[in-house]
């Protein structure tokens, strides 16, 4: 997850990593030396989901019962955007913090009573749940960017390297949208991943590497909902312009770079 991949960079054990913005901006004001580079997908692939069985239909039935979330995850935010949306408070709801990967087992041991998650796991959560799988209404909305992030020492000391990871990037883009069949093929042997998961996921990733004016406007709102529910680290919300590194995207594709100041 991007939880983890932003740990593993913080540790220095890799130079890159991708993550949502949302953990990107759970992140930077205690690691101020986080950059972001490129976007390189929106992704709509959150969902919140129950067993058919728990009695929960809609939003006011997670009232007082256990919800499964990797906390600073974007999983946290749509799941306070959506109680929000429906007159709910995050603390009216029993969070209970898990790894991604563990969501299906949480779910189907009774653990917990509804669970948020990302791809591939909501599909791996319905197709071990079949029938008794359910999901909750009027989530169509909400969407997130999935970024290229490093640490700003190492993208100072590395633009031609970095420069070489965006072209590639770009490629993949590119024989993506040629080569849908085969890129899917790929993804799936490469994450041994069932095809039939992969052709069920893929409409929830738009693929475009780039940096927009969407990405800066939902990093910002992201911000505020941390400070207004209490989950903001100490310290100043950096502008995020000066976290945003664009002239290694800007010069292997300056079309790519769609900033209004």
Not at 54 to 76: C, N, Q
Request: zero cysteines; aromatic letters at 8%.
């Amino acid at each position: 997850s991007g939880v983890d991949a932003s740990k593993a960079l913080l540790s220095d054990e890799i130079d890159l990593a991708t993550s949502s913005e949302f953990t990107f901006v759970s992140n930077v004001t205690r690691y101020p030396q986080l950059r972001i580079l490129a976007g390189i997908a929106r992704v709509s692939a959150v969902r919140l989901f129950t067993r058919a069985d728990s009695g929960i239909r809609m939003a006011r039935d997670l009232m007082g019962r256990r919800v499964g979330l990797t906390r600073r995850s974007i999983g946290e935010f749509f799941l306070g955007e959506y109680l929000l949306a429906n007159g709910i408070g995050l603390s009216e709801v029993n969070l209970v913090d898990i790894a991604a990967p563990d969501i299906t087992g949480a779910l189907t041991s009774g653990r917990v009573d509804a669970a948020i998650t990302w791809q591939p796991f909501v599909h791996r959560t319905a197709t071990m749940l079949g029938p008794n799988y359910s999901e909750l209404p009027e989530q169509e909305a909400y969407f997130f960017h999935m970024l290229l992030i490093g640490q700003r020492s190492w993208v100072d000391a590395n633009q031609h390297p970095l420069g070489k990871v965006l072209s590639a990037l770009i490629q993949a883009e590119e024989f993506v949208r040629e080569n849908p069949a085969e890129a899917q093929k790929m993804l799936a042997d490469r994450l041994q991943l069932d095809i039939g998961a992969v052709h069920a996921i893929w409409n929830s990733y738009v693929r475009e590497v780039n940096l927009d004016q969407t990405l800066l406007g939902l990093m910002e709102h992201e911000a505020r909902w941390l400070a207004e529910n209490g989950l903001a680290d100490a310290g100043p919300t950096p502008g995020f312009f000066d976290v945003i590194e664009t002239a290694a995207l800007r010069a292997v594709k300056p079309s790519a770079v769609r900033f209004i100041r």
